[in-house]
Protein backbone atom coordinates (compact mmCIF):
# COMPACT_ATOMS: atom_id res chain seq x y z
CA UNK A 1 0.00 0.00 0.00
CA UNK A 2 1.57 3.47 -0.97
CA UNK A 3 0.72 5.62 1.66
CA UNK A 4 2.29 9.11 1.26
CA UNK A 5 1.94 11.82 4.37
CA UNK A 6 0.79 14.96 3.73
CA UNK A 7 1.58 17.80 6.06
CA UNK A 8 0.36 21.40 5.65
CA UNK A 9 2.86 24.18 6.71
CA UNK A 10 2.29 27.73 7.08
CA UNK A 11 5.03 30.57 6.64
CA UNK A 12 7.23 30.72 9.90
CA UNK A 13 7.25 34.44 10.48
CA UNK A 14 3.71 34.56 11.04
CA UNK A 15 3.30 31.00 12.65
CA UNK A 16 2.00 30.25 16.19
CA UNK A 17 0.63 34.18 17.05
CA UNK A 18 -1.45 32.38 19.85
CA UNK A 19 1.75 32.12 21.67
CA UNK A 20 2.85 35.66 21.46
CA UNK A 21 1.43 36.07 25.23
CA UNK A 22 4.91 33.59 25.69
CA UNK A 23 7.14 33.51 22.93
CA UNK A 24 8.60 36.66 20.77
CA UNK A 25 8.06 36.52 16.83
CA UNK A 26 11.80 35.20 16.45
CA UNK A 27 10.62 32.37 19.34
CA UNK A 28 7.37 31.23 17.72
CA UNK A 29 9.33 31.22 14.15
CA UNK A 30 12.11 28.98 15.37
CA UNK A 31 9.68 26.50 17.49
CA UNK A 32 7.71 26.20 14.44
CA UNK A 33 10.79 24.99 12.12
CA UNK A 34 11.65 22.90 15.49
CA UNK A 35 8.39 20.88 15.84
CA UNK A 36 8.75 20.67 11.64
CA UNK A 37 11.56 19.00 11.96
CA UNK A 38 10.45 16.98 14.61
CA UNK A 39 7.84 15.71 12.54
CA UNK A 40 10.04 15.08 9.36
CA UNK A 41 11.93 12.81 11.77
CA UNK A 42 9.40 11.05 12.60
CA UNK A 43 8.00 10.40 8.91
CA UNK A 44 11.19 10.00 7.35
CA UNK A 45 12.01 6.65 9.72
CA UNK A 46 8.20 5.02 8.68
CA UNK A 47 7.76 2.70 5.97
CA UNK A 48 5.32 5.51 4.60
CA UNK A 49 5.36 5.89 0.42
CA UNK A 50 6.47 9.18 0.83
CA UNK A 51 6.18 12.54 2.14
CA UNK A 52 4.17 15.72 0.72
CA UNK A 53 4.73 19.40 2.43
CA UNK A 54 2.48 21.84 0.92
CA UNK A 55 4.45 25.56 2.04
CA UNK A 56 5.29 28.74 0.48
CA UNK A 57 8.05 28.91 3.27
CA UNK A 58 11.65 29.02 1.61
CA UNK A 59 13.01 28.10 4.85
CA UNK A 60 10.24 25.30 5.65
CA UNK A 61 10.79 23.75 1.75
CA UNK A 62 14.35 23.24 2.35
CA UNK A 63 14.13 21.42 5.33
CA UNK A 64 11.46 19.00 3.79
CA UNK A 65 14.24 18.46 0.97
CA UNK A 66 16.47 17.01 3.48
CA UNK A 67 14.25 14.42 4.75
CA UNK A 68 13.52 13.75 0.71
CA UNK A 69 10.08 14.92 0.82
CA UNK A 70 8.26 16.46 -2.10
CA UNK A 71 7.63 20.07 -1.52
CA UNK A 72 4.61 21.75 -3.29
CA UNK A 73 2.86 24.88 -3.08
CA UNK A 74 -0.72 24.85 -4.30
CA UNK A 75 -3.40 26.64 -2.47
CA UNK A 76 -0.52 26.87 0.47
CA UNK A 77 -1.99 30.63 1.31
CA UNK A 78 -5.16 28.89 1.51
CA UNK A 79 -5.19 27.47 4.80
CA UNK A 80 -4.75 23.95 6.41
CA UNK A 81 -8.09 22.62 4.75
CA UNK A 82 -7.26 24.12 1.20
CA UNK A 83 -3.26 22.43 1.21
CA UNK A 84 -4.58 19.00 2.25
CA UNK A 85 -7.27 18.85 -0.19
CA UNK A 86 -4.81 20.11 -2.69
CA UNK A 87 -2.22 17.55 -1.36
CA UNK A 88 -5.07 15.17 -1.66
CA UNK A 89 -5.31 15.50 -5.54
CA UNK A 90 -2.04 15.69 -6.10
CA UNK A 91 -1.21 12.58 -4.46
CA UNK A 92 -4.09 11.09 -6.14
CA UNK A 93 -3.10 11.79 -9.22
CA UNK A 94 0.33 10.62 -8.82
CA UNK A 95 -1.33 6.87 -7.43
CA UNK A 96 -0.84 7.03 -3.90
CA UNK A 97 -3.89 4.39 -2.44
CA UNK A 98 -4.28 6.38 0.77
CA UNK A 99 -2.87 9.88 2.22
CA UNK A 100 -2.16 10.15 5.27
CA UNK A 101 -2.72 14.11 6.95
CA UNK A 102 -0.97 15.52 10.03
CA UNK A 103 0.34 19.16 11.24
CA UNK A 104 3.60 19.75 11.55
CA UNK A 105 3.22 21.02 15.40
CA UNK A 106 3.31 17.85 16.84
CA UNK A 107 6.59 17.42 18.16
CA UNK A 108 5.82 14.21 20.72
CA UNK A 109 4.90 12.32 17.21
CA UNK A 110 6.92 8.71 17.09
CA UNK A 111 8.05 6.54 14.27
CA UNK A 112 6.07 3.81 16.34
CA UNK A 113 2.79 5.94 16.74
CA UNK A 114 2.74 6.40 12.83
CA UNK A 115 3.36 2.85 11.74
CA UNK A 116 0.41 2.06 14.34
CA UNK A 117 -2.28 4.17 12.59
CA UNK A 118 -1.16 2.97 9.16
CA UNK A 119 -1.54 -0.52 10.50
CA UNK A 120 -4.79 -0.09 11.56
CA UNK A 121 -6.43 0.79 8.04
CA UNK A 122 -9.57 -0.73 6.98
CA UNK A 123 -9.68 -2.03 3.25
CA UNK A 124 -10.08 0.94 1.58
CA UNK A 125 -12.01 3.20 1.23
CA UNK A 126 -11.59 3.95 4.69
CA UNK A 127 -11.01 6.55 7.16
CA UNK A 128 -8.53 6.18 10.43
CA UNK A 129 -8.28 9.17 12.65
CA UNK A 130 -6.22 10.56 15.49
CA UNK A 131 -7.86 13.68 17.36
CA UNK A 132 -5.94 15.91 19.83
CA UNK A 133 -5.68 15.67 23.51
CA UNK A 134 -8.99 17.56 23.63
CA UNK A 135 -11.06 15.69 21.37
CA UNK A 136 -12.12 18.50 19.15
CA UNK A 137 -9.23 18.76 16.52
CA UNK A 138 -8.18 16.23 13.98
CA UNK A 139 -4.54 15.67 14.60
CA UNK A 140 -3.93 12.95 12.21
CA UNK A 141 -6.31 11.75 9.47
CA UNK A 142 -5.80 8.48 7.16
CA UNK A 143 -7.66 8.51 4.05
CA UNK A 144 -7.85 5.98 1.65
CA UNK A 145 -8.17 6.73 -1.11
CA UNK A 146 -6.32 10.03 -0.73
CA UNK A 147 -10.09 11.91 -1.45
CA UNK A 148 -12.08 9.29 -0.37
CA UNK A 149 -13.78 11.79 2.37
CA UNK A 150 -13.55 15.69 2.79
CA UNK A 151 -11.28 17.12 5.30
CA UNK A 152 -12.23 20.27 7.07
CA UNK A 153 -10.23 22.02 9.25
CA UNK A 154 -10.35 23.25 12.16
CA UNK A 155 -10.84 23.50 16.39
CA UNK A 156 -13.58 21.51 16.42
CA UNK A 157 -13.23 19.34 13.40
CA UNK A 158 -12.45 15.41 14.96
CA UNK A 159 -16.75 14.71 15.37
CA UNK A 160 -17.24 16.31 12.28
CA UNK A 161 -14.99 14.54 10.20
CA UNK A 162 -16.63 11.27 11.76
CA UNK A 163 -19.93 12.03 10.53
CA UNK A 164 -18.88 13.27 6.60
CA UNK A 165 -16.71 9.50 6.46
CA UNK A 166 -20.43 7.47 8.16
CA UNK A 167 -22.25 9.76 5.61
CA UNK A 168 -20.13 8.14 2.55
CA UNK A 169 -20.65 4.43 4.13
CA UNK A 170 -17.18 4.52 5.79
CA UNK A 171 -17.08 3.65 9.53
CA UNK A 172 -14.26 5.43 10.99
CA UNK A 173 -11.49 3.74 12.76
CA UNK A 174 -10.37 6.23 15.56
CA UNK A 175 -6.71 5.41 17.02
CA UNK A 176 -5.64 7.81 20.52
CA UNK A 177 -1.81 8.43 20.38
CA UNK A 178 -0.37 10.92 23.22
CA UNK A 179 2.44 11.77 20.77
CA UNK A 180 -0.01 12.77 18.12
CA UNK A 181 -2.55 14.04 20.25
CA UNK A 182 -0.49 16.79 21.54
CA UNK A 183 -0.04 20.27 18.91
CA UNK A 184 1.16 23.18 20.27
CA UNK A 185 -1.28 25.98 20.02
CA UNK A 186 -1.68 28.20 23.21
CA UNK A 187 0.71 28.46 25.94
CA UNK A 188 -0.83 25.57 28.19
CA UNK A 189 -0.15 23.38 24.96
CA UNK A 190 4.02 24.34 25.35
CA UNK A 191 3.53 23.66 29.41
CA UNK A 192 1.87 20.25 28.29
CA UNK A 193 4.88 19.76 26.19
CA UNK A 194 7.64 20.22 28.64
CA UNK A 195 5.70 18.19 31.31
CA UNK A 196 4.79 15.45 29.31
CA UNK A 197 6.27 12.25 30.00
CA UNK A 198 8.49 10.08 28.94
CA UNK A 199 10.43 12.34 28.33
CA UNK A 200 11.52 12.42 24.22
CA UNK A 201 14.80 14.07 22.73
CA UNK A 202 12.51 16.19 20.62
CA UNK A 203 13.97 19.62 18.76
CA UNK A 204 11.16 21.42 20.35
CA UNK A 205 11.56 20.89 23.41
CA UNK A 206 15.73 20.99 23.52
CA UNK A 207 14.71 24.75 21.97
CA UNK A 208 12.13 25.69 24.70
CA UNK A 209 14.64 25.13 27.04
CA UNK A 210 17.42 27.51 25.57
CA UNK A 211 14.50 29.92 25.78
CA UNK A 212 14.53 28.89 29.80
CA UNK A 213 10.91 28.17 29.64
CA UNK A 214 10.09 25.13 31.96
CA UNK A 215 7.03 23.24 32.81
CA UNK A 216 6.12 25.28 35.82
Partial sequence: MSVWAAVPVKTFATAKHRLSSLLTPAQRSALAAAMLEDVLSALAGTSLGGIMVNTEDVAA???ARRFGAAVVAEDAQGGHTAAVAAMARLLGARGASAMLALPGDIPRVTMAELEQVCAAKRRSPAFTIVPAHDELGSNAVLVAPPGAVPLR???NSFFPHLDAARRLGIEPVVVKLPGIALDID?????YALLRAKPPLPSR???LLAEMRLTAD
Wanted: aromatic share 8%; hydrophobic share 50%.
Fill in 61 to 63: AAL
Fill in 153 to 155: FGD
Fill in 204 to 206: AVR
Fill in 186 to 190: RPEDV
